[in-house]
């Protein structure tokens, strides 16, 4: 693969709440078309580097590029329409809108008609067991149907990259394997994932390279199948469950 | 089968605290789908599971925050379902919480002593209208005995600190807001000592910290354990749950799927399964078995 | 003879205007999670403009309705661009801290410009009526409920058709993940101040039209109803707002059928209290909600208390006793012991609002009270001033915190519009008691201050006896501060829910900060009855709550040195600078609106 300029690329971040310091020099960079996971358990400084990346929160130092360009000056739909969608944690539908109202949502920033009438289809063709839910109102979906309308509001609005707040969240080991298997489905098609989760092997099952965030640090990085094996990993987050 | 594994022989023939059957449902979701926990005096029993397994959800049912749709909850043998969390706290259960709840513009100190609140003798008397005139006044004019109550417990909060080594002492006066995430938790343990819980929820005590910061709380959990004090703790950092607990409770999707000695909890295929993760597990070897997802093509190591 | 059928028409008419105001106000919770006191303000300058339009350039009707519409949507979207906008970061208290200053400020603006007195609105439709059965219904009947009906309709077809009104509803629904998709946030809060502004312009114009006059003080009261039409359908529900709205048009139309006008807004208020305490949620919700999270309702921004030196606080305490000896002004001495007595009221609402985080609203229902209770105790029983300021104060404290009780277990906002409608109530029920109050002639010749059988009517005394009473006092909150009540009080404030997780009861500190509160308030309406000589139901009104509140957040929240400060800076100067009446008013609402942007910790912070 040549090599590209990546798709989402976070340089030296350094954030601020108030007098407590949430990053220090963070660095990440996600390449087209790949699968990215962060690791970090709670209170790691995971959330914020999601609200950094949609400007939602503005770093003290540092820089966030996307397709190259610095979005530290632009205001968030700016940013979401250089190409970046959101499964946020705990997925935030819209409850009291049907679904196919919350896949427009997916869509806001686009502005051409025909395009999103078209991409609904194919989403759809993607996700069938939302189809059939369109007009139900989000909220009373289940958690893992939840998830793949979040998923799928995400697509609407053609994203060449999709940042995704532990998806498997709360769901059911089934659930877990179907969410798995859709994003594996929507990187086939040249999305590239931007992934936190805290379940590191779960994580780096999927993905392509891996980040691991202490503390608002990154102490460890790499290929997720180096990842996978490397013992400070297993350490960190398995409690050397393997070593029984 | 909820309970592969025998439960140990010590279980005490009256837990400290029982909860059957815990049901709490919100909107479409059902956040806790029967949950029995209980807790002998001078246990350490871990809760775990992963993100919204119904951990938090089911602390709150516990320590009075939410209400269960379902269930009941037996402590230091009253029932204590739906009671309000200020009685549960008065009964001596008291928590932590996941994100910090320190009083952001009381000092360390005052913070702590907030903790000491159910131990006051001022707030004993529970009677309406002449049980607070009498706090007030006592107050406000306050006598010796109060006065020497207060002295006692400041000494107490610096030996309570005492407990963070360095890290509380020198910023006994500093309001909490100006504290840093992992001194927050911090305050918020010491806060709850100060209550001399007869149970003590610790709610992820080490989220936020570092390696060493986490393995200095893992020694002083572990020293109040050796204290006699009985914890129900969340954590993550499966490490630290195997070694200090004394049973450990998996609970994944709002059920308990497992629970036992950390060793059997930690070899239970059903545990690997849904806490550590679907397939591979670091071995190579049980990746093998999971044909699947191991071999996901890596579309630019082309 | 009108019959129940005149009534219900009445009451929908009535209950249509209030729906334009209560689904702006509706629209505005649900995007900004405020609620907007300045909103009756823009109804009167809606109401205004249509005035000036109709009488000074004789516009037709719909053209008459496009200009009010068009300004007070401008208005709107100047409101939040300027007033809420910037306090993006605040505390949830702090927009409507804002919200309340930007309403003195328009109010008064109206004000200034056009007169207090009323004006007529000429009609300009035909005045004839159709009667249905053993009532009628008149044109403008008509039109009010056509206009409503038409402004619902474009409303729904707006957010459930077009992209933007999509918006507004996930914004409403969740704000950060409709930020994620892109949605821009400050727009569609422009876009909902707009709406909801055009739509309280409009209600201004018909309710101008419907009484044929219109006043520049009209507006609170209509803030009031919008909002309470609002709390019964649910804050923040769209067709919740509209469906309480009318409920609450037919209940005051048949509450003033049955006991007459004086009664109309007392059935308003008990109807908010009643919703508040038993379904705080509104009418429709039926779901348990989880405990939202922690500093939701507090004013307190972080910062360490200035700490004043001894010798200056010693000077000043000084220079307070000598003055009457050293400056021979009458005037000036007045001046100042109305500032002790707004200090004892700012100390009061500085330790509920301040120390205890309940952003109290009616405080001034305090000062009634205690003054209502001094002053009869004097005139009918006879007893001696000394003790009946006693009484007021205990009185206060007493009925005050029993009153407010059930708003214990509120939070927020809620707190807020509680102990505002708490003491809407009880000034109605002194209009209305008349056979103890004396209803709206009020009670003169009450009985001079006097203390150990001396009657004071030295200026000089007077100063003295305030002076000393407020002095003790506030030595006295000191000390409660200092005791384990001050930081358990504290720790409310800062987060209720893990208070209670350490034992802390609500409703017992939460009552002995009002009780302790109320007697200091009223104490101070006890001595000002006594001083005057003559009260009624409108001495101790909703401005003096309001002003009470700016006193405590400019000294800064629960600081005790900080209201006396504070008194001083807003009774003091403008009385020294002699500021005529109406430009005071806009006064306090610019250093409100100064104060909650640029020094939310007050002059000398937050304790």
Redesign the interface.
């Known amino acids: 693969m040549s090599e590209t300029q990546p798709i989402l690329a976070l340089k030296d971040i350094d954030t601020f709440y108030g007098p407590v310091q949430a990053h220090f020099g963070l660095s990440l960079h996600v390449g087209q078309g790949e699968i990215v996971s962060l690791l970090g358990g709670n209170a790691s400084g995971k959330s914020t580097t999601m609200k950094i990346i949609l400007g939602l929160v503005k770093p003290a130092a540092g820089d966030v590029l996307v397709g190259g360009i610095s979005t530290l000056k632009l205001k968030t739909p700016e940013i979401v329409r250089l190409g970046v969608g959101t499964v946020p944690e705990a997925r935030r539908l819209f409850g009291a809108m049907s679904v196919r109202e919350n896949l427009l949502m997916g869509a806001f920033v686009r502005n051409d008609k025909a395009g999103i009438t078209a991409d609904l289809d194919r989403v759809l063709g993607l996700f069938p067991r939302v189809a059939q839910r369109l007009d139900q109102q989000a909220g009373t979906l289940s958690g893992g149907e939840q998830q793949m309308v979040a998923m799928a509001r995400a697509l609407m609005g053609r994203p060449r990259v999709i940042i995704m707040d532990e998806p498997t969240m709360g769901l059911s080991p089934l659930w877990v394997d179907r969410v798995l298997e859709l994003i594996r489905q929507i990187n086939g098609q040249g999305v590239a994932i931007f992934m936190v989760e805290q379940n590191a092997s779960l994580a780096l099952q999927i993905a392509h390279r891996g980040y691991v965030l202490q503390t608002g640090r990154i102490v460890l990085e790499g290929r997720a199948a180096d990842l996978l094996t490397d013992a400070r990993i297993r350490d960190a987050y398995l409690g050397g469950a393997e070593a029984a | 089968m909820t309970a592969p594994f025998p439960l140990p022989a010590a279980a005490a023939p009256h837990p400290l605290l029982e909860a059957r059957g815990l049901v709490r449902r919100?909107?479409?979701?059902t956040a806790v789908a029967g949950i029995d926990l209980s807790i002998a005096a001078g246990e350490l029993v871990s809760v775990i599971g992963?993100?919204?397994?119904g951990k938090t959800t089911a602390f709150n049912l516990i320590?009075?925050?939410?209400?269960p749709d379902e269930g009941s909850i037996c402590f230091d043998g009253a029932d204590i379902t739906g009671r309000?969390?200020?009685a549960?706290?008065?009964a001596g259960l008291?928590?932590t919480?996941?994100?910090g709840?320190?009083?952001?513009?009381?000092s360390v100190a005052?913070n702590v002593?907030?903790?000491a609140?159910?131990r006051?003798t001022?707030?004993r008397p529970a009677w309406p209208v002449v049980?607070?005139l009498a706090?007030?006044a006592l107050?406000?004019i306050?006598p010796p005995s109060v006065k020497a109550e207060?002295a006692a417990l400041r000494e107490e909060v610096r030996e309570i600190l005492a407990i963070f080594g360095e890290r509380l002492l020198p910023r006994i006066d500093q309001?909490a807001?100006?504290?840093?995430?992992?001194n927050r938790r911090r305050v918020e343990i010491a806060?709850a000592l100060a209550?001399r819980p007869k149970l003590l929820l610790l709610d992820?005590p080490t989220?936020?910290?570092?390696?060493t910061?986490t393995a200095e709380m893992l020694e002083i959990i572990a020293a109040l354990k050796a204290r006699g004090q009985t914890i129900l703790l969340i954590e993550?950092?499966?490490?630290?749950?195997?070694r200090l607990s004394d049973r450990v409770v998996v609970l994944?999707?709002g059920r308990k799927i497992a629970e036992g000695l950390p060793?059997a909890v930690?070899?239970d295929p059903a545990v690997?399964?849904?806490y550590?993760?679907?397939?591979?597990?670091?071995?190579?070897a049980?990746a093998g078995d999971d044909a699947p997802?191991a071999e996901?093509p890596?579309?630019?190591?082309? | 003879m009108t019959s129940w059928f005149d009534h219900t028409i009445n009451g929908l008419i009535i209950g249509n205007i209030y729906a334009l105001l209560a689904v702006g106000l509706a629209l505005i919770f649900g995007v900004s999670r405020l609620i907007n006191f300045a909103h009756g303000s823009v109804y009167v300058v809606g109401a205004y403009v249509g005035w000036v339009a109709v009488s000074v350039l004789h516009t037709p009707f719909p053209l008459t309705l496009v200009i009010v519409v068009a300004l007070t949507a401008v208005l709107g979207v100047v409101v939040e661009r300027f007033g809420i906008r910037p306090l993006a970061g605040a505390p949830r208290i702090a927009p409507l801290l804002a919200t309340i200053g930007l309403s003195f400020v328009l109010d008064q603006t109206v004000q200034i410009l056009f007169s207090p007195d009323p004006r007529a609105v000429p009609m300009q439709l035909p005045n004839w009526r159709v009667a249905i059965g053993g009532g009628s219904i008149g044109v403008l009947d008509l039109l009010i409920g056509g206009i409503g009906i038409t402004a619902a309709s474009a409303l729904f077809a707006f957010l459930k058709l077009t992209k933007w009104g999509w918006a507004v509803r996930a914004t409403a629904l969740d704000r950060d993940a409709a930020r994620a998709m892109g949605v821009d946030v400050d727009k569609v809060n422009s876009i909902v101040f707009a709406v909801a502004s055009g739509l309280g312009g409009v209600g201004g114009v018909l309710v101008g039209m419907y009484y044929n006059v219109i006043t520049p003080t009209m507006g609170f009261e209509a803030t009031l109803k919008g909002i309470v039409a609002e709390v019964v359908g649910g804050v923040g529900n769209v067709p919740g707002a509209i469906v309480g709205s009318l409920l609450l048009g037919i209940i005051e139309s048949y509450g003033v059928a049955l006991l007459g006008t004086s009664y109309r807004n007392l059935f308003a208020f008990i109807l908010l209290i009643v919703i508040l305490v038993l379904r705080p949620n509104g009418l429709f919700a039926s779901r348990r909600q989880l405990p939202p999270e922690p500093m939701t309702g507090t004013f307190v921004a972080p910062s360490r208390p200035v700490r004043l030196p001894v010798p200056l606080v010693a000077a000043a305490a000084a220079l307070a006793i000598a003055l009457p000896l050293l400056v021979d002004s009458g005037y000036l001495i007045q001046t100042l012991t109305n500032v002790w007595l707004y200090a004892l009221l700012g100390l009061s609402l500085t330790l509920v609002a301040g120390t205890s985080g309940q952003v109290s609203l009616g405080h001034a229902a305090l000062l009634a009270i205690g003054g209502y209770t001094s002053a009869l105790l004097a005139l009918n029983l006879g007893w001696p001033v000394w003790l009946t300021l006693f009484c007021g104060g205990l009185v206060a404290a007493a009925l005050g915190t029993l009153l407010v009780s059930p708003a214990f277990r509120l939070r927020g906002h809620y707190v807020s519009i509680a102990t505002l409608g708490i003491g809407e109530i009880v000034a109605l029920v002194i209009l209305n008691w008349e056979s103890v109050t004396r209803g709206p002639i009020g009670v003169a010749g009450i009985p001079p201050l006097s203390l150990f059988g001396y009657e004071l009517y030295d200026t000089n005394a007077i100063y003295w006896f305030a002076l000393a009473l407020m002095a003790a006092l506030a030595l006295l909150q000191l000390r409660l501060l200092g005791s384990h009540l001050g930081r358990t009080l504290r720790a409310v404030r800062d987060d209720d829910v893990a208070a209670r997780s350490f034992g802390i009861g609500l409703n017992r500190y939460k009552g002995l900060a009002f009780a302790f509160g109320g007697f200091f308030a009223g104490l101070s309406g006890a001595f000002t009855a006594h001083m005057y000589s003559y009260i009624n139901h409108e001495t101790f009104n909703t401005q003096i709550s309001v002003l009470a509140l700016t006193i405590a957040i400019l000294g800064g929240m629960g600081n005790v040195g900080g209201a006396i400060l504070g008194s001083l800076a807003l009774i003091g100067l403008p009385e020294v600078f002699r500021v005529a009446a109406e430009y005071r008013i806009l006064l306090y609402g610019i250093a409100l609106l100064l104060l909650v942007r640029f020094r939310p910790q007050g002059l000398l912070g937050t304790v």
Not at chain 2, 207 to 211: D, I, K, L, P, S
């Open positions: 919100f909107g479409g979701l992963p993100n919204g397994a320590s009075g925050l939410d209400r309000p969390p200020e549960v706290a008065v008291v928590r919480f996941q994100h709840r320190v009083f952001a513009n009381l005052d002593l907030v903790g609140h159910r006051l001022a707030v049980g607070p706090e007030l107050a406000l306050r207060e309001p807001y100006s504290l840093s995430y992992a806060r209550a992820e989220a936020g910290m570092n390696q910061e993550h950092k499966l490490d630290m749950v195997m994944d999707d060793l930690r070899n690997i399964e849904a550590l993760g679907h397939g591979a597990v670091g071995s190579a049980r997802s996901q890596l579309p630019l190591s082309a």
